[in-house]
């Protein structure tokens, strides 16, 4: 069951309970800027949840999630997108749209690689990457001169990679 916040119930959905799904009509909640379904049991997600447009916040840490809906893509005014605690293997492709991102949290997932576009995402300000099976890193992680803290723990990437990756990084903490 899932329970409207308090504070702001036409803005925020927070969830108090473990769920295992979210209804489709979770779409029909068109002004929602947070949405909060962390530490559930969430494998899926409905492909409606794209029509939440107006969300900036969505925190999905924590589920058994292995895929995002493709609709994911047109959630592109998200500034912060926690996916921490799931089975993530490959990096969702809809995130590459979300050019508004200034926080993106993947610890913890499956992830063996990251896509080349992820430097496209030149407003991110926070890239948590901790505990994943990243060998190597893009290139064009160089392109986010924004970046304030980048976390790489838990990772099997080379010392050199990420040294180079801190000359040329040199305002981002990078926690390796």
């Known amino acids: 069951s899932l329970r409207f916040s308090p504070r702001s119930a036409s803005k925020n959905l927070v969830n108090y309970y473990k769920i295992n799904y979210v209804h489709l009509l979770i779409g029909n909640l068109k002004g929602l800027e947070k949405l909060k379904l962390g530490?559930?049991?969430l494998t899926t997600l409905p492909e409606s949840i794209g029509e939440l447009k107006e969300l900036?916040?969505?925190?999905?840490?924590g589920n058994q999630l292995n895929d995002l809906p493709k609709s994911i893509d047109q959630?592109?005014?998200?500034?912060?997108?926690?996916?921490?605690?799931?089975?993530?293997?490959?990096?969702?492709?809809?995130?590459?749209?979300?050019?508004?991102?200034?926080?993106?949290?993947?610890?913890?997932?499956?992830?063996?690689?990251?896509?080349e576009w992820i430097g496209e995402l030149t407003n991110l300000r926070g890239l948590s990457l901790e505990g994943n099976k990243l060998k190597s890193l893009p290139k064009s992680l160089t392109n986010l001169q924004q970046l304030e803290a980048m976390w790489l723990r838990r990772n099997p990437i080379p010392k050199s990679?990420?040294?180079?990756?801190r000359k040329q990084l040199p305002k981002c903490r990078i926690k390796a």
Do not use: V, W
């Open 161 to 165: 990679e990420i040294e180079e990756l």
């Open 56 to 61: 900036n916040h969505l925190d999905l840490s």
């Open 75 to 115: 959630l592109t005014k998200l500034t912060h997108l926690a996916l921490d605690y799931n089975q993530l293997s490959t990096f969702p492709t809809g995130i590459q749209k979300m050019n508004q991102l200034e926080e993106l949290r993947f610890i913890h997932n499956q992830l063996e690689s990251l896509p």
């Open 39 to 41: 530490n559930n049991q």
